[in-house]
């Protein structure tokens, strides 16, 4: 069975950081391209960042260019989402997404607030 497990969101002041984790399982995760994306209240569901099989070429939507950083170690099945200076727009459920398996997080509550 096919499994994104996200965890390690939560409050942060403004200027912040967080680094949520993203395990997968039920597939040779090594073999597939992953993805992060986010939904804010009250907004469409939106691309955050891509990352190739072997972590290279990452791709970042504009708004979070210089800002976020997406990583993967193979060997532990997990992808990485390093999010540095947080603002308040950033508040949002967090999402792990395999476009390959079809394959959906259920997702981590990042709230960026003072």
């Known amino acids: 069975q096919v499994q994104l497990v996200e965890s390690g969101g939560g409050l942060v002041q403004p200027g912040g950081s967080l680094r949520p984790p993203c395990v997968a399982s039920?597939?040779?995760?090594?073999?597939?391209?992953m993805s992060w994306y986010r939904q804010a209240p009250g907004k469409e569901r939106e691309l955050v960042a891509v990352?190739?099989?072997?972590?290279?070429?990452?791709d970042y939507a504009d708004f979070v260019k210089g800002r976020f950083t997406i990583s993967r170690d193979n060997a532990k099945n997990t992808v990485y989402l390093r999010m540095n200076y947080l603002k308040p727009e950033d508040t949002a459920i967090y999402y792990c997404h395999c476009f390959a398996r079809a394959a959906w997080g259920r997702g981590t509550q990042v709230t960026v607030s003072s």
């Open positions: 039920g597939f040779s995760f090594l073999n597939y391209a």
């Open positions: 990352i190739s099989q072997i972590g290279t070429d990452p």
